[in-house]
């Protein structure tokens, strides 16, 4: 089994679409999309996911079905009702004297170092961030959604693999977001969420590919071939967004801190 998990183009979040920038990025997808044997194709319900598979769909004369579980990851922390995460997140917006909802995800390194729990396959449950947060209930809400949708296509979660009921090579696309798609690799690759949030960049239109193993009959463990893939936009010339990443060197202030 191929699955190929293609983030949306840059994004406008206020108006839950893309900007002229993340068209052309879309575009671009949408011309490289022959080659990439996409298969049955499935969508996020947000703007932006939406809008960055149209391209493609249309070029391919294909349509997506549209799964409320591949929206973004949507856990957030309260800082107002838990301030003293403010050391992992003390970057975070306030308004009318009251902190803005943040992502769970977007810790700083430096609460990381005092907190490996955090990165840890297991004790990540249990770090205090996500016990002040519903990040597990929501990650094992996705994740059971996720394990079905395999279980569907032969693959079933067994122990840290998945047994093999039904051989395939087909393709499956997921039209996503970056937070969801890391959700998805941490399962298969049985690692805590915020390390692979922490670790990986995924760039706007960026397509991730991963595929089964099945080295002993009836075992399957899914392994990366590309990760945040942007051959795309490189033929085409186009830069890749800066979106979900942070600034390269401190004293650069240009870029996001």
Same mark, same amino acid.
């Given at each position: 089994?191929r =699955?190929?998990f293609?983030?949306?183009?840059?994004?406008?979040?206020?108006? %839950?679409t893309l900007?002229e920038?993340?068209?052309?990025?879309?575009?671009l997808?949408?011309?490289?999309a022959?080659?990439l044997?996409?298969?049955?194709?499935?969508?996020?319900p947000?703007?932006?996911?939406?809008?960055?598979?149209?391209?493609?769909?249309?070029?391919?004369?294909?349509t997506?079905?549209?799964?409320?579980?591949?929206?973004?990851?949507p856990?957030?922390?309260?800082?107002?009702?838990?301030?003293?995460l403010?050391?992992?997140?003390?970057?975070?917006?306030?308004? %009318?004297?009251?902190?803005?909802e943040?992502?769970?995800?977007?810790?700083m390194?430096?609460?990381?170092m005092e907190?490996?729990e955090?990165l840890?396959?297991?004790?990540?449950?249990?770090? %205090?961030?996500?016990?002040?947060t519903?990040t597990?209930e929501?990650?094992?809400?996705?994740?059971e959604k996720?394990d079905?949708f395999?279980?569907?296509h032969g693959?079933?979660?067994d122990?840290?693999?998945y047994?093999v009921?039904?051989?395939?090579?087909?393709?499956?696309?997921?039209?996503?977001?970056f937070?969801?798609?890391?959700?998805?690799?941490?399962r298969?690759?049985?690692?805590?969420p915020?390390a692979v949030?922490?670790?990986?960049?995924?760039?706007?239109t960026?397509?991730?590919?991963v595929?089964?193993?099945?080295?002993?009959?009836g075992?399957?463990y899914?392994r990366?071939l590309?990760i945040? %893939?942007?051959s795309?936009?490189?033929?085409?010339?186009?830069?890749a967004?800066f979106s979900?990443?942070?600034?390269?060197?401190?004293?650069n =202030?240009e870029q996001?801190?």
């Amino acid at each position: 089994m191929r =699955m190929l998990f293609i983030r949306h183009g840059d994004p406008d979040y206020v108006h %839950d679409t893309l900007t002229e920038k993340g068209r052309r990025e879309a575009a671009l997808l949408a011309e490289y999309a022959p080659k990439l044997n996409v298969g049955e194709c499935y969508v996020s319900p947000l703007g932006r996911a939406q809008d960055t598979a149209s391209y493609s769909l249309k070029k391919l004369g294909k349509t997506a079905q549209t799964l409320g579980w591949l929206r973004e990851f949507p856990a957030v922390v309260n800082l107002n009702e838990t301030p003293h995460l403010l050391e992992a997140y003390p970057t975070a917006d306030m308004v %009318d004297g009251k902190y803005k909802e943040r992502i769970v995800w977007d810790v700083m390194p430096s609460y990381l170092m005092e907190h490996g729990e955090c990165l840890d396959p297991v004790r990540w449950r249990e770090s %205090d961030i996500c016990r002040h947060t519903n990040t597990v209930e929501l990650y094992d809400q996705t994740i059971e959604k996720f394990d079905q949708f395999l279980a569907e296509h032969g693959y079933v979660r067994d122990g840290i693999a998945y047994r093999v009921e039904k051989e395939s090579t087909a393709t499956t696309t997921f039209f996503c977001h970056f937070g969801i798609t890391c959700v998805f690799l941490s399962r298969l690759w049985n690692i805590s969420p915020f390390a692979v949030w922490q670790s990986v960049a995924l760039a706007p239109t960026s397509v991730t590919e991963v595929v089964t193993e099945e080295r002993q009959q009836g075992i399957a463990y899914f392994r990366g071939l590309r990760i945040g %893939d942007i051959s795309h936009l490189s033929a085409g010339n186009e830069p890749a967004s800066f979106s979900a990443r942070f600034c390269e060197t401190y004293s650069n =202030m240009e870029q996001r801190h």
